[in-house]
């Protein structure tokens, strides 16, 4: 993996916020503003975008995946960098829209250009803006054990399990323990989970039985699908696992709230 160099914290940024953020937990996106505005950043929050066109591209359909990225090139003129609190969809914007328009003398240095400013949201916090958030924590909160899990697609294309475990670690009175199955798939793999259920099935409740095991409080990830996925497995087998998408982790674990204020311009 080639080495990153961070550049210094900027004033403003863009939230690519992810079709599963945008429809299944808001609130992650919301809470992700939430962060970056404490860090003193401007969000800006394109309407156009939609999703990253992982599910086509995956699928084998790289035509569909290049339409969605196409409609979607010119939604971020600005020199900023662009968060997306998914490692998986960060990685199809970084690795993938430059694949898919390698042959285009068009969209090929647009889509390169945009690759080199997309970061996965945990990414973002630690390596440039360098947050330490025992000095943003006002009061001890209560103790939690917390798994960590980070998506394939996140730990393989983005390293940002790293990223994770810096952040989890960091805080007061979270204790994060690794269970056996950490570095496995949860078997969500977008379409995958609907053409292999069986297999799909099987995976994620290997992960959701080692995350219990261990005596969590909650499992944490920076993936909406793998949280949907594992979330809902668990409430199906009656595990009692609960799942947070580590931006609204990070929010409230460090004196946030949901008062109204982190709304994208």
């Keep these: 993996m080639k080495k990153r160099i961070y550049p210094p914290a900027p004033e403003q940024v863009y939230l690519f916020g992810t079709c599963l953020v945008d429809l299944f937990v808001p609130e992650a996106g919301l809470d992700a503003v939430r962060l970056l505005e404490r860090e003193g950043m401007t969000v800006h929050f394109p309407q156009g975008q939609s999703c990253c066109g992982q599910p086509a591209y995956t699928s084998g359909n790289p035509e569909q995946a290049r339409a969605v990225a196409r409609a979607q ?28 328009f390698a042959d285009d003398p068009v969209a090929g240095p647009k889509a390169r250009a945009l690759s ?9 916090l630690v390596r440039v803006l360098n947050v330490n958030y025992q000095d943003q924590i006002p009061n001890q909160p209560a103790s939690e054990r917390v798994v960590l899990h980070t998506s394939c697609g996140a730990r393989r294309e983005m390293g940002t399990r790293v990223h994770g475990v810096e952040l989890l670690d960091s805080l007061p009175g979270v204790t994060r323990v690794e269970h056996v199955h950490e570095s496995e798939c949860c078997g969500f793999g977008g379409t995958f989970s609907l053409k292999h259920p069986d297999i799909s099935g099987a995976m994620v409740k290997d992960k959701v039985a080692a995350a219990v095991a261990t005596g969590c409080d909650r499992l944490v990830s ?3 699908g793998c949280l949907l996925n594992i979330g809902h497995a668990a409430e199906y087998q009656g595990a009692g696992l609960q799942v947070e998408h580590m931006a609204s982790f990070l929010w409230r674990r460090t004196g946030g709230d949901s008062s109204g204020q982190g709304e994208p311009s």
Excluded: K, N
């Design 73 to 100: 090139l010119d939604l971020f003129t600005q020199p900023w960098p662009v968060i997306v609190p998914s490692g998986s969809c960060a990685g199809m914007l970084r690795h993938h829209w430059p694949e898919l």
């Design 116 to 124: 080199e400013r997309i970061y996965e949201l945990t990414e973002f």
């Design 222 to 224: 920076a993936d909406c």
